[in-house]
C-alpha cells in the first residue's frame, strides 16, 4: 500500500515586513480592484500588482484570492488589514498635524495630572488671552519625562530641593498639609473643635498612601498621630487614587481631606472650600520646581510662559500667606 504524501510546512518568515507596500494593500483591500487602487494610488495596475506579490512573499502567504474580474480577501488578508488601516489612518492624521503645526509657536508641558488639573488649567485663560498666538500642549502623567532627550519644553515637578537638582531647576512654591470640607458637611455634620472630632466624620484619603512611601506624610494616620489621637477610626474611609478627586470629593460634600494648600487655596478663598482645625497644619517636605529643556532657553514663547508661569506662582505664595493670616 503506497505511503501518504503530505506537503512541505511552509517556511515561517521571521524578519518584519518592509512598510513600503501597505498602502497598496489597503487601496486593493478596500476596492477589491486592482485596476480601482491603482487609479487611487496614480500608479499603474502592474505596478500595483506587483506591490501585492512582493507583500504577499514577505508575509509569506496569500493576502487575497484573485478571480477574473475581481480579488477576494483570504483570512490572513482580512486579519492584516484589521492592524494596516487604523495604523495608517494614525499615521495619516499624525503627519496633518505636525504640517499644520510646522512652523507654529508652541509649548509643551510635562506635569501630573492632579497639579494640572488643580493649578494649571483653571490659569492658562489669562496667558491665551494675552498670548494668542502660541499653542500650548500638556502632557500629563506619573512618568518623569527626561528634558534631554523629548520636544518637551518644560517640567513642572514636585520633589524635595535635593532631587530638583538640575541646573534650570526654580522654586514656584513649597506646601503645608491642611484639612478641608465643604461648607455644607461642616454645617451639617457634628462640631469640629478638637482633632479627635475629625473621626466622627468620612475620612477621604489616597489609596497607595500606605504602600508608597513617599505619600505617608499625607495620611490620616500621620496626621492623627501628630495630634496625639492615633488611635481613633472613622466611621467610613473614602479612597482615591488622585489629589484631584480627594478634593472633588471633598468638594461635594462626602467627607473631611487632607490638602495640598497650595492646590486648594483658590478654593478656600473662594469658600468653596473650608479650612478646618487651622492651627493643626502640617508641613510638607515637598516643593513644587519648574524645569526648563535645554533647547528651550532660546524660544521667546518659552521664556513668555516661563515668565508668566512665576507671576502665577508668585499670586499663589500670597493666597497662601494670606490663608496663614486670615485664619478663622
Not at 490572513?76 to 512652523?103: F, K, M, N, Y
Not at 528651550?296 to 505664595?317: G, I, N, P, Y
Request: charged letters at 20%; proline letters at 6%; aromatic letters at 6%.
Amino acid at each position: 500500500m503506497p505511503h501518504a504524501t503530505t506537503s512541505p510546512t511552509p517556511l515561517l518568515r521571521t524578519r518584519a515586513i518592509g512598510a513600503g507596500h501597505l498602502r497598496a494593500f489597503l487601496a486593493v483591500a478596500r476596492h477589491l480592484n486592482f485596476r480601482a487602487a491603482a487609479d487611487e494610488l496614480a500608479l499603474t495596475q502592474s505596478a500595483v500588482s506587483r506591490q501585492i506579490q512582493s507583500l504577499e512573499d514577505e508575509v509569506g502567504i496569500p493576502l487575497f484570492l484573485r478571480h477574473s474580474r475581481a480579488v477576494e480577501l483570504t483570512g490572513a488578508g482580512a486579519q492584516l488589514l484589521h492592524a494596516v488601516q487604523p495604523a495608517l489612518e494614525s499615521i495619516d492624521s499624525t503627519v496633518r498635524q505636525i504640517r499644520q503645526t510646522a512652523g507654529r509657536k508652541s509649548v509643551a508641558i510635562t506635569t501630573w495630572a492632579s497639579f494640572a488639573a488643580m493649578w494649571l488649567i483653571p490659569r492658562l485663560e489669562a496667558f491665551q488671552r494675552s498670548h494668542p498666538d502660541i499653542d500650548i500642549r500638556i502632557d500629563t502623567g506619573d512618568a518623569v519625562v527626561d528634558l534631554e532627550t523629548t520636544d518637551v519644553d518644560l517640567a513642572i515637578r514636585y520633589s524635595k530641593a535635593v532631587d530638583a537638582s538640575a541646573r534650570s531647576a526654580q522654586p514656584l512654591f513649597g506646601e503645608e498639609l491642611v484639612l478641608v470640607a465643604s461648607p455644607a458637611l461642616l454645617k451639617s455634620g457634628p462640631a469640629l473643635r478638637t482633632p479627635a472630632d475629625a473621626a466622627h466624620y468620612t475620612l477621604i484619603e489616597t489609596g497607595d498612601v500606605h504602600r508608597m512611601p513617599h505619600l505617608e506624610w499625607l495620611s490620616w494616620q500621620r496626621w492623627f498621630a501628630a495630634n496625639g489621637c492615633d488611635q481613633l477610626q472613622p466611621p467610613r474611609w473614602l479612597y482615591f487614587n488622585y489629589a484631584h478627586q480627594i478634593v472633588q470629593a471633598a468638594l461635594a460634600g462626602q467627607g473631611l481631606a487632607i490638602a495640598r494648600l497650595p492646590l486648594v487655596a483658590d478654593a478656600l478663598a473662594a469658600g468653596d472650600l473650608i479650612e478646618v482645625l487651622p492651627d493643626h497644619r502640617l508641613a510638607s517636605p515637598l516643593s513644587y520646581w519648574l524645569l526648563q529643556g535645554p533647547r528651550s532657553h532660546e524660544r521667546a514663547e518659552v521664556q513668555a510662559f516661563c515668565q508668566w508661569l512665576m507671576t502665577e506662582a508668585d499670586k499663589t505664595r500670597a493666597a497662601m500667606q494670606d490663608e496663614q493670616t486670615i485664619k478663622p
